[in-house]
């Protein structure tokens, strides 16, 4: 089962960047699709921006133009370089994968989750 390990999050002012890393660790057969969601306080999670093994990239339209997704398939690791954060970016950010099995089946695995915190 493949583990997923954030970090990178932070507190930063209005206007600041923060960049979150996630690295995919255990037996990997393969992963599809990586992503990052997030969750406010009394909110439902939501999808932030997802990339797919061969470097497609989807984003929120409320971060569209300010983070960019980006990922490394050798060492099965996920990045989100956050620019221009804003206060409502404030969440906790998880780290998906989609995990392939022996057999072809997929599994969502998910990270602890990381605190972003934008002061303004």
């Known amino acids: 089962q493949v583990q997923l390990v954030e970090s990178g999050g932070g507190l930063v002012q209005a206007g600041g960047s923060l960049r979150l890393s996630c690295a995919a660790s255990?037996?990997?057969?393969?992963?599809?699709?990586m992503g990052w969601y997030r969750q406010a306080p009394g909110q439902q999670r939501e999808l932030v921006a997802v990339?797919?093994?061969?470097?497609?990239?989807n984003y929120a339209d409320s971060v569209k133009g300010r983070f960019t997704i980006s990922r490394d398939n050798a060492e099965n690791t996920v990045y989100l370089q956050m620019n221009s954060l804003k206060p409502e970016d404030t969440a906790v950010y998880y780290c998906?994968?989609?995990?392939?099995?022996?057999?072809?089946?997929?599994?969502?695995?998910w990270g602890q989750g990381t605190q972003v915190t934008v002061s303004s």
């Open positions: 255990g037996s990997i057969f393969a992963i599809n699709a």
């Open positions: 990339i797919t093994s061969g470097g497609t990239a």
């Open positions: 998906n994968a989609v995990e392939v099995v022996a057999g072809g089946y997929e599994y969502d695995r």
